[in-house]
């Protein structure tokens, strides 16, 4: 990854692609063509002052010129990501700290990188020094969200920039901060989902079906995953009450079934059969505890199985994958595909399974994991 200036090298190819000599470029600047020589072969660089006179003369931006571009397309977002991620994974952790604060200052106007790198921040904290070394990067998840908030013009770059400063806040302690954001905010989006419908209507109206079509099935796979995720977060809520998780498990599940969740998002999946596993732990319910551990590794085999952990659609949900490309719809694995197997490993030593270190079904469902690679 770069973050220099090429401002001699791009004047150089400036120059050539119009056919101008050092001579004609240093007599309409007013400077000498040893001065022109010296920018092309990076020796020096011009004086600031004559930046604005350059750009004009090659009719270009002045950004143009220094080879600055303050926005990054989504495949330069997505890739960067993904770059970092595994440096995250095999590198120093405080240099590519380092390296990723580089790029925020470099692209502090572009958004939709700043809310990626938030993410970023927030799937790798942990590898932080524990302690005053991880609230550092959540205050910083927390800083760098709010700016985003309060200089985006993009409505869904900024209320997803809420929700992961909400995520910060929580691993914080900061309850009453989540509470303040969130507690009007969602008593004030009742119209969201109306609005959503609407579009898909309208799109109609234009005779514009296949827009429609994107639009409702975003929709219906965004509801869906939500479902799964609440019902998630339910069971932990509820996991002292053994018979409304055992409800929670059987709607979920049918649910489940009917959209293929395990092919579609074994990732989502796997968190509940987790979830699921815990809970049924917990009551010291062995053969449910065990079942729901084994669906934890069928999803973690199916989510492993590629070379590639990306999220996609289906037959069903045939016109979602270009939606699911954009960085906002995080198609790609959060973390690096190392760091999640090694979580995926710890998930065993959960204090719910302690009376189950005995049982060779679950010594097996750990060797599984094992050899996940």
């Given at each position: 990854?770069?973050?220099?200036?090429?401002?001699?090298?791009?004047?150089?190819?400036?120059?050539r692609?119009?056919?101008?000599?050092?001579?004609?470029?240093?007599?309409?600047?007013?400077?000498?063509?040893?001065?022109?020589?010296?920018?092309?072969t990076?020796?020096?660089?011009?004086?600031?002052?004559?930046l604005?006179?350059?750009?004009?003369?090659?009719?270009?931006?002045?950004?143009?010129?220094?080879g600055?571009?303050?926005?990054?397309?989504?495949?330069?977002?997505?890739?960067?990501?993904?770059?970092?991620?595994?440096?995250f994974?095999?590198?120093?952790?405080?240099?590519?700290?380092?390296?990723?604060?580089?790029?925020?200052?470099?692209?502090?106007s572009?958004?939709?990188?700043?809310?990626?790198?938030?993410v970023?921040?927030?799937?790798?904290?942990?590898?932080?020094?524990?302690?005053?070394?991880?609230?550092?990067?959540?205050?910083?998840?927390?800083?760098?969200?709010?700016?985003?908030?309060?200089h985006?013009?993009d409505?869904g770059?900024?209320?997803n920039?809420?929700?992961?400063?909400?995520?910060?806040?929580?691993?914080?302690?900061?309850?009453?901060?989540?509470?303040?954001?969130?507690?009007?905010?969602?008593n004030?989006?009742?119209?969201?989902?109306?609005?959503?419908?609407?579009?898909?209507?309208?799109?109609?109206?234009?005779?514009?079906?296949?827009?429609?079509?994107?639009?409702?099935?975003?929709?219906?796979?965004?509801?869906?995953?939500?479902?799964?995720?609440?019902?998630?977060?339910?069971?932990?809520?509820?996991?002292?009450?053994?018979?409304?998780?055992?409800?929670?498990?059987?709607?979920v599940?049918?649910?489940?079934?009917?959209?293929?969740?395990?092919?579609?998002?074994?990732?989502?999946?796997?968190?509940?059969?987790?979830?699921?596993?815990?809970?049924?732990?917990?009551?010291?319910?062995?053969?449910?505890a065990?079942?729901?551990?084994?669906?934890?590794?069928?999803?973690?085999?199916?989510?492993?199985?590629?070379?590639?952990?990306?999220?996609?659609?289906?037959?069903?949900?045939?016109?979602?994958?270009?939606?699911?490309?954009?960085?906002?719809?995080?198609?790609?694995?959060?973390?690096?595909?190392?760091?999640?197997?090694?979580?995926s490993?710890?998930?065993?030593?959960?204090?719910?399974?302690?009376?189950?270190?005995?049982?060779?079904?679950?010594q097996?469902?750990?060797?599984?994991?094992n050899?996940?690679?």
């Amino acid at each position: 990854m770069r973050s220099t200036l090429n401002i001699g090298e791009n004047i150089l190819n400036l120059r050539r692609e119009r056919r101008i000599t050092q001579e004609q470029l240093a007599e309409f600047i007013g400077v000498t063509k040893a001065s022109v020589s010296k920018w092309e072969t990076g020796q020096s660089t011009p004086d600031i002052l004559l930046l604005p006179c350059l750009a004009t003369y090659f009719d270009v931006t002045v950004d143009e010129l220094l080879g600055y571009c303050p926005q990054l397309s989504k495949e330069q977002i997505i890739r960067i990501y993904q770059e970092f991620s595994a440096e995250f994974a095999k590198g120093c952790f405080e240099e590519v700290m380092d390296k990723t604060w580089n790029y925020v200052k470099k692209y502090y106007s572009c958004y939709p990188f700043l809310f990626q790198i938030c993410v970023l921040w927030l799937n790798h904290y942990m590898l932080a020094e524990e302690g005053e070394g991880q609230k550092k990067i959540l205050w910083s998840v927390v800083e760098l969200c709010g700016h985003i908030r309060e200089h985006c013009q993009d409505i869904g770059i900024s209320n997803n920039a809420i929700v992961i400063q909400g995520m910060a806040y929580l691993s914080l302690g900061q309850a009453e901060k989540v509470v303040d954001i969130f507690e009007d905010r969602l008593n004030s989006d009742k119209l969201t989902e109306q609005g959503g419908m609407l579009l898909t209507q309208a799109y109609m109206m234009l005779g514009d079906r296949e827009k429609a079509e994107c639009n409702i099935q975003i929709a219906m796979y965004s509801a869906v995953m939500s479902l799964v995720g609440n019902a998630t977060h339910f069971l932990s809520v509820s996991s002292d009450n053994l018979k409304i998780c055992e409800e929670t498990v059987r709607r979920v599940e049918r649910v489940a079934e009917t959209y293929d969740f395990i092919r579609l998002h074994p990732n989502n999946m796997a968190v509940f059969e987790y979830q699921a596993a815990v809970c049924y732990g917990i009551h010291e319910e062995k053969e449910k505890a065990l079942e729901h551990m084994g669906r934890y590794v069928i999803c973690l085999e199916e989510l492993f199985h590629r070379d590639e952990m990306t999220l996609h659609g289906d037959a069903y949900f045939h016109r979602i994958e270009e939606w699911l490309k954009e960085p906002l719809g995080s198609t790609v694995a959060p973390r690096d595909r190392k760091l999640i197997i090694e979580d995926s490993k710890q998930a065993f030593a959960h204090p719910a399974f302690q009376f189950l270190e005995n049982e060779s079904r679950f010594q097996r469902l750990k060797e599984k994991v094992n050899f996940i690679k």
